[in-house]
């Protein structure tokens, strides 16, 4: 049985269920949504058996900090805090968007796919990049490197030109300029509290005519978290977010085919503290 503190599952009565994500339940009520994140964690495209304890508390409170701070830049999706308690602190009531499809990623260092692409092509996602770069490099700018869900679920990187095939060019400019707009100045505002974004992603639909932004932001599961006081690059960083869990699972030698196996107590219990620490650092508080 798994601890209170871990919610793996919800069923709210008097809601109808939208569906389950690998994180999220979703639930619907007339015009709006409510979301509801869980303890689930997923690691190599499989939803484990342990959750980790806080961690859908730690991702909407992170959530709910950017979407305050970033207000005066882009409209978002919430609606209310105001939430069935046995959910309360881990989820929020928030506006039926149209979602475009397309995950808009800002990247400030050479990281995961894109320094796979970099090392084949010299480019990430059709952008040349300077020759001689090392993983974790910081970038001369920040990119703009957009990707699409692709049929196995896996997110697919493509280039500006094809995004703007999908969306129309006057909508994939805007959410360019707007993507990288809101990376820099978070990326500035954590780098002062001693964390690097070194790369996210946003979600963003259109709500009464605006493009408008939803989903999870800038939290560590969207997005790549290094302290800032371990950077070194030149091979993969410290982060926060599932860095134990996927250590652990390439220890175990898992073949990454179903079933997933459950993790030992320790690795969940640093797992939390790791999702718990990037929330003290960046907000300030803690949960």
């Not at 796919?113 to 970038?139: F, M």
């Not at 107590?265 to 650092?281: H, I, P």
């Amino acid at each position: 049985m798994a601890p209170q503190n871990v919610v793996l599952e919800t069923r709210l009565a008097g809601l109808k269920l939208r569906g389950r994500g690998k994180v999220r339940d979703i639930y619907e009520d007339g015009a709006r949504l409510l979301i509801v994140a869980t303890d689930r964690i997923s690691a190599f495209d499989y939803i484990l058996a342990t959750g980790i304890p806080d961690k859908g508390r730690v991702l909407t409170q992170m959530t709910l900090f950017w979407l305050d701070f970033l207000r005066d830049v882009v409209p978002n999706h919430l609606l209310s805090t105001d939430v069935p308690a046995e959910v309360a602190g881990r989820s929020m009531w928030v506006k039926r968007c149209e979602m475009i499809e397309i995950e808009c990623v800002a990247r400030g260092y050479i990281s995961g796919s894109g320094w796979k692409d970099y090392q084949r092509t010299g480019a990430v996602c059709g952008i040349p990049l300077p020759a001689g770069l090392r993983e974790s490099d910081a970038l001369p700018e920040p990119i703009f490197t957009p990707a699409t869900k692709a049929q196995s679920g896996h997110d697919e990187n493509i280039s500006f030109e094809r995004t703007a095939e999908l969306i129309g060019a006057d909508l994939a400019a805007k959410l360019r300029d707007l993507t990288l707009s809101i990376y820099k100045r978070a990326a500035d505002y954590a780098r002062a509290r001693g964390i690097i974004i070194a790369d996210t992603k946003f979600e963003f639909g259109i709500f009464d005519g605006k493009i408008t932004l939803a989903d999870e932001v800038l939290t560590p599961d969207s997005s790549r978290f290094w302290p800032a006081d371990q950077y070194s690059p030149g091979g993969a960083q410290p982060s926060y977010d599932k860095q134990y869990v996927r250590d652990y699972l390439e220890s175990i030698h898992w073949n990454k085919q179903p079933p997933a196996p459950a993790l030992p107590g320790e690795v969940a219990a640093r797992t939390s503290e790791k999702y718990r620490e990037a929330y003290r650092a960046l907000t300030g508080k803690s949960l």
